[in-house]
Nanobody, 124 residues
Framework: QEQLVESGGGLVQAGGSLRLSCAAS????????MGWFRQAPGKEREFVAA????????YYADFVKGRFTISRDNAKNTVYLQMNSLKPEDTAVYYC?????????????????WGQGTQVTVSS
């Protein structure tokens, strides 16, 4: 199983940008589709974006289309989430997750491994 560690979160003003990274420790990273989810206080965890094993296909929640970009570097065992034009409502803990069997799912239960999360706070 892949162990996933997120980084890159922090405090940013509205309109700013952050780049999240998720590093995987295993040797089968390219076998997994990868996803990003987020969870705001008092809310359920929700799908943000996903990327196919090769990186050739990407999937986004409607509320981040045009602002966020998911990418991956299989040589570095890392998936990224570039977040631009951030809004206060983007404030949440962001999690990366690995999906071995499917790809692009927005369902939490489709993902096998999860990172510990990284906090993103957007001030108004």
């Amino acid at each position: 199983q892949e162990q996933l560690v997120e980084s890159g979160g922090g405090l940013v003003q509205a309109g700013g940008s952050l780049r999240l990274s998720c590093a995987a420790s295993g040797r089968t990273f390219s076998s997994y589709c990868m996803g990003w989810f987020r969870q705001a206080p008092g809310k359920e965890r929700e799908f943000v974006a996903a990327i196919s094993r090769s990186g050739g296909s990407t999937y986004y929640a409607d509320f981040v289309k045009g602002r966020f970009t998911i990418s991956r570097d299989n040589a570095k065992n890392t998936v990224y989430l570039q977040m631009n034009s951030l809004k206060p409502e983007d404030t949440a803990v962001y999690y990366c997750a690995a999906d071995l069997l499917s790809c692009g799912s927005y369902r939490i239960y489709a993902y096998d491994n999860w990172g510990q999360g990284t906090q993103v706070t957007v001030s108004s």
